[in-house]
T-cell receptor
Framework: GENVEQHPSTLSVQEGDSAVIKCTYSDSASNYFPWYKQELGKGPQLIIDIRSNVGEKKDQRIAVTLNKTAKHFSLHITETQPEDSAVYFCAASGDTGFQKLVFGTGTRLLVSP | GAVVSQHPSWVICKSGTSVKIECRSLDFQATTMFWYRQFPKQSLMLMATSNEGSKATYEQGVEKDKFLINHASLTLSTLTVTSAHPEDSSFYIC???????????FGPGTRLTVL
């Protein structure tokens, strides 16, 4: 089955800096890669996603890149703000079954003012 | 759009009792709903997948007789934790997706504490 690894587990940056979180997946059949932001005590919130027919997607300060050959994808946050502080999860899914998501282990991002 | 609600947001119960958690898609029809549990500082672990009108599919190691799932309509799924024990204390989160889509929208979660 699919396995998703995520790095780093924690990331501390200064306000205004960029943050990059990386994930690798094992199943070459996976074709959908969402990123979720989870604040303490809340459910995950979808912030951006990418499908395998696209190499990069951007939404304001957030971008995701996908390298299908290397089977890895990354989340890029520019001009970080204290409110970006949260735990970020990557995930992967394919066309089989119910398109279940397999999650990475999470990255705790702390943005200091 | 794509709002998912859960009720209750938190619940405390005594050991041996049963607890029901509701998950509703408020503005779309959820043909598939998923139930996860999350322990502190850990990732989300999928428990089961349910499609409207059919039996749920449980992940390996999840007891189907303990975690009863009912997906009665296109907007409602329920998870019942039967004969709850302290080790069932966790954060339970549902997600929902519509037909023909791969995007899952998550509810706010339910914190269960079993005394």
């Amino acid at each position: 089955g699919e396995n998703v690894e995520q790095h780093p587990s924690t990331l501390s940056v200064q306000e205004g800096d960029s943050a990059v979180i990386k994930c690798t997946y094992s199943d070459s059949a996976s074709n959908y890669f969402p990123w979720y932001k989870q604040e303490l005590g809340k459910g995950p919130q979808l912030i951006i996603d990418i499908r395998s027919n696209v190499g990069e997607k951007k939404d304001q300060r957030i971008a995701v890149t996908l390298n299908k050959t290397a089977k890895h994808f990354s989340l890029h946050i520019t001009e970080t703000q204290p409110e970006d502080s949260a735990v970020y999860f990557c995930a992967a899914s394919g066309d089989t079954g119910f398109q279940k998501l397999v999650f990475g282990t999470g990255t705790r991002l702390l943005v200091s003012p | 759009g794509a709002v998912v609600s859960q009720h209750p947001s938190w619940v405390i119960c005594k050991s041996g009792t049963s607890v029901k958690i509701e998950c509703r898609s408020l503005d779309f029809q959820a043909t598939t709903m998923f139930w996860y549990r999350q322990f502190p500082k850990q990732s989300l672990m999928l428990m089961a997948t349910s499609n409207e009108g059919s039996k749920a599919t449980y992940e390996q190691g999840v007891e189907k007789d303990k975690f009863l799932i009912n997906h009665a309509s296109l907007t409602l799924s329920t998870l019942t934790v039967t004969s709850a024990h302290p080790e069932d204390s966790s954060f339970y989160i549902c997600s929902a997706k519509g037909e023909g889509t791969d995007t899952q929208y998550f509810g706010p979660g339910t914190r269960l504490t079993v005394l």
